[in-house]
């Protein structure tokens, strides 16, 4: 089992370039989602996913887009990248409520810089 | 609206001495909550969940309390060892949100030697 993985683990960007995060997971989980993390702060939600076919926007979803084409990848596009966007970002998966979810399991996360 | 929040940014303890981290949140709809440990350069790591219908639940040396009357929420960690030092955040969500986690400020824990 790997876990939840994200790649890349750093990237630099310039500003208005496009590009994707990945994350996959081999745990079968349903639920994944999508934190960002500023210095000295906590996480917040971007987007987030129930299962295959079906995203959501969370607390911060202006300037990315996601899918979910399969249950264990959902990648996290960066349509036009701004320096706003330099932060760290985590990935995460979990079981469903109804199979009894203890938590979110995090990747080690992907840090972007945008320049 | 929604917001999960902590009382204290920074909390210093002696090795050995009991730790109490708080967190406040304002959905009295929300009906789940984690703790989560997050060291230096890595993304967080679960520690103890509680559902709403529990007033407490205990791991090892880590007990999580429920509040829901003030909306509050604690994590006690005995015995504190330097390998706690992290910052520790609650988060809350609702079984009809699905897979939406939201998370509170953080607090980062510090035991002395």
């Known amino acids: 089992n790997a876990g939840v993985t994200q790649t890349p683990k750093f990237q630099v960007l310039k500003t208005g370039q496009s590009m994707t995060l990945q994350c996959a997971q081999d745990?079968?989980?349903?639920?994944m989602s999508w934190y960002r993390q500023d210095p000295g702060m906590g996480l917040r939600l971007i987007h987030y996913?129930?299962?295959?076919?079906?995203?959501d926007q969370g607390e911060v979803p202006n300037g990315y887009n996601v899918s979910r084409s399969t249950t264990e990848d959902f990648p996290l596009r960066l349509l036009s990248a701004a320096p706003s966007q330099t932060s760290v970002y985590f990935c995460?998966?979990?079981?469903?409520?109804?199979?009894?979810?203890?938590?979110?399991?995090f990747g080690s996360g992907t840090r972007l810089t945008v320049v | 609206g929604e917001s999960v929040g902590l009382h204290l940014p920074t909390l210093s303890v002696q090795e050995g001495d009991n730790s109490i981290i708080n967190c406040a949140y304002s959905n009295s709809a929300s009906d789940y909550f984690i703790w989560y440990k997050q060291e230096s350069g890595k993304g967080p790591q679960f520690i103890i969940d509680?559902?709403?219908?529990?007033d407490k639940r205990q791991g090892q040396r880590v007990t999580v309390l429920l509040n829901k009357t003030v909306k509050h929420l604690s994590l006690q960690i005995a015995a504190t060892q330097p390998g706690d030092s992290a910052v520790y955040f609650c988060a809350e969500t609702y079984y009809n949100q699905g897979g939406k986690l939201i998370f509170g400020q953080g607090t980062e824990l510090s035991v002395k030697p």
């Open positions: 995460a998966s979990s079981y469903s409520m109804r199979r009894g979810r203890r938590g979110y399991t």
């Open positions: 509680i559902r709403s219908n529990m």
């Open positions: 745990m079968n989980h349903e639920y």
């Open positions: 996913s129930v299962g295959a076919g079906i995203t």
